[in-house]
């Protein structure tokens, strides 16, 4: 059940209980003095009091009748009282000895074992009834209760206290019930926000891998996916940093160590030269030409460095054009297969080369070429190498594979190709194999073209680079601009 309609419920019944629990409670209230369980078998709590209270006025009448007593006063004053307490169960009356004078219509059956003669005030008790004689002259007034019980009181306090104690019992059930639906209501929202209180603490203490385990399906189920998912990005993305962080040291160690070399030896054809080590023309020409290639690779990894700063955050420029991809590198191969030939590696084109529209910065697209046959042709392990080009193309995409035929690399070695200035530990003892940023800025431009590139072992035992670039897809009707900056 979800959280809202659990809150539904829980404030219908905390609205509907208490009503059905007062209306049960004055059903029970009513029940108890409507004489249904037996209140109206006895007199309410007044006619306990109401006999002794008329005594005093009994009393008075009768002293104010003297020793000669007016027979018609004493009875307009036994009407007066009798009219004034109608069904009360009081009764005033009149007697001469045991003889009832007034009124003549009052039974006296049950007086007969009294004896009313007395001249001193007499008072007589019983479960049924109450009698109070007073001489009044040469009669007796005497007063009756009919209603008078001496378990009246106690009774009719009994019947008050269940009441009481019946209201306060359901007082308490309300106020266990709605205590009882609140824990219920509160729990169901509590215990998740503990649940993800936890996991914040758990990431807060450096534990990215720890995840939610929420079972239930209500409105804190998305929360908990959305908690793991953001964990799990916080996850990748100190990973990230972690790597960012080694790829930093590892590129100042790269340039520290690609730079030193060719400044060392620099550094030793100047101080030869000074101190006249090169004495004859032919050696001081021979050394200005080593100082001269030394500086151009100085001035080639410097280049090389920038080009990769501009490709990795962005600023770099790239002027695409609309180019048929076959075509592109039926010239580039063409052109680089007489470069290279000379320098010990073949190029050979296999299979029909597409003719699909794509969308790429000419130059940079070359450079990427270069770079992979640079990486070749330094790396080969015989007098020559073959790279074999192979390009086909798919529903979105134009794959194009360049695969020689050299030692290749392991596994591990495959992961870290694109790294910037990753080289091989055996090449990495020799800087004139190159800086290692010629694949690192094939990456970047090939990621900005909106391809990407990865590294595969080649059939015959090299390395194979395969490169994806997006077909272009026209927009009718739309022109396209030739040279912009992507």
């Known amino acids: 059940m979800s959280v809202k309609r659990r809150l539904y419920f829980s404030n219908i019944l905390m609205l509907m209980l208490p009503i059905v ?31 002794f209270e ?25 009407d007066q009282f009798n009219v004034e307490n109608l069904g009360s169960g009081l009764d005033l009356s009149l007697y001469a000895g045991n003889h009832l004078l007034y009124p003549e219509t009052l039974p006296n059956e049950y007086l007969s074992d009294f004896d009313l003669s007395e001249s001193s005030p007499v008072m007589m008790l019983t479960d049924k009834l109450a009698v109070y004689s007073v001489a009044a002259g040469d009669y007796a007034l005497v007063l009756t209760d009919s209603n008078f019980t001496i378990h009246s009181r106690n009774a009719f306090q009994q019947r008050i206290y269940v009441g009481i104690i019946m209201l306060l019992v359901l007082i308490v059930v309300v106020i266990l019930t709605n205590r009882a639906l609140t824990k219920f209501v509160f729990r169901s929202i509590m215990n998740p926000i503990q649940i993800l209180a936890d996991g914040v603490h ?57 730079l030193r070399t060719p400044l060392t030896s620099i550094k030793a054809y100047v101080e030869g030269l000074e101190k006249g080590v090169a004495s004859t023309p032919q050696m001081q020409e021979k050394y200005f030409a080593t100082i001269k ?73 070359r450079n990427v070429i270069q770079n992979i046959l640079e990486n070749s042709l330094k790396y080969k392990n015989k007098e020559r190498v073959e790279v074999c080009m192979v390009c086909t193309a798919s529903e979105h995409d134009v794959e194009i594979v360049l695969a020689d035929d050299g030692p290749g690399v392991t596994q591990e070695e ?23 940023l010629g694949l690192a800025i094939s990456s970047k431009i090939i990621e900005r073209l909106g391809g990407h590139i990865r590294a595969d072992l080649a059939p015959l035992g090299g390395l194979a680079i395969r490169i994806s670039i997006p077909k272009h897809k026209r927009t009718k009707g739309a022109d396209y601009e030739k040279s912009s900056d992507h």
């Open 414 to 436: 495959l992961k870290k190709l694109f790294d910037v200035f990753y080289r091989s530990d055996s090449s990495r003892k020799n800087p004139e194999t190159g800086s290692g």
């Open 54 to 78: 008329h005594m005093e006025d009994v009393d008075q009448l009768a002293t104010n009748s003297g020793s000669s007593t007016d027979v018609e006063v004493l009875q307009s004053a036994i």
């Open 202 to 258: 758990q990431l807060r203490d450096g534990h990215l891998t720890y995840r939610i385990h929420y079972e239930k399906q209500d409105e804190f189920a998305p929360v908990c996916a959305d908690f793991n998912e953001m964990a799990e990005r916080l996850s990748m993305m100190v990973t990230d940093r972690q790597k960012d962080e080694n790829n930093r040291k590892e590129l100042i160690a790269g340039i520290s160590h690609d």
């Open 293 to 365: 290639n030394k500086t151009a690779s100085l001035e080639h990894i410097i280049n090389q460095l920038f080009l990769f700063s501009k490709l990795d955050i962005g600023e770099f420029p790239l002027y695409l054009e609309l180019v048929d991809i076959g075509d592109e590198l039926r010239k580039t191969m063409t052109a680089f297969s007489a470069e290279y030939d000379s320098k010990g590696l073949s190029i050979r084109i296999e299979g029909q080369l597409p003719h699909e529209e794509t969308l790429i910065d000419v130059v940079q697209f």
């Open 21 to 51: 629990l007062m209306i049960v409670t004055s059903m029970c209230m009513v029940l108890i003095y409507s004489g249904v369980t037996g209140a109206r078998e006895l007199p309410p709590l007044k006619y306990s009091d109401q006999f």
